[in-house]
């Protein structure tokens, strides 16, 4: 099973759980930030699985960013955004054709709204099939770090969308 873990990421917490989730998969499991993530990149995959932040209580709008740019000279850990938002890259990622697909958000525990089921939204509406339901992964704080315990978790959910195709058959 060919896999990517795509993601947006901007104090690196989304990064690692990316990369976390992609050991769980297995060695031939490929991670990219969204601009890696290009249509040839992703032709031939038999699963998707994408992440990003919950900022704003959702998936991380333009504007979001842009405000984000603004203050970034204020801001104690300036963060990177280098790389287009995960809004950006589902408008431009290809038809699914029935292809898995995971989601996958980093947040503070209490933050209400989901970047994940939104993400997991759009690509079932671009013709991928759901494998699993959207994941949150907690960060300690607005910049982090992670939760103990989450990389682990990571690893085991990577593992288990294996499972998932295996079981649907892919």
Known sequence: MKAIVVYESHWGNTAAIARAVAEGIGPDAAVLATDEATPAAIADVDLIVAGSPLLGFNLPTEAMLHGLANNAAKDPTPPDLSHPSMRAWLEATPQGDGRGAAAFETRIWWSPGSAAKAILK???????????KAERFIVEGKYGPLREGELERARAWGAELVQQMAGAGR
Do not use: I, K, Q, T
């Open 122 to 132: 759009r690509l079932e509406a671009l013709g991928y099939r759901p494998v699993d």
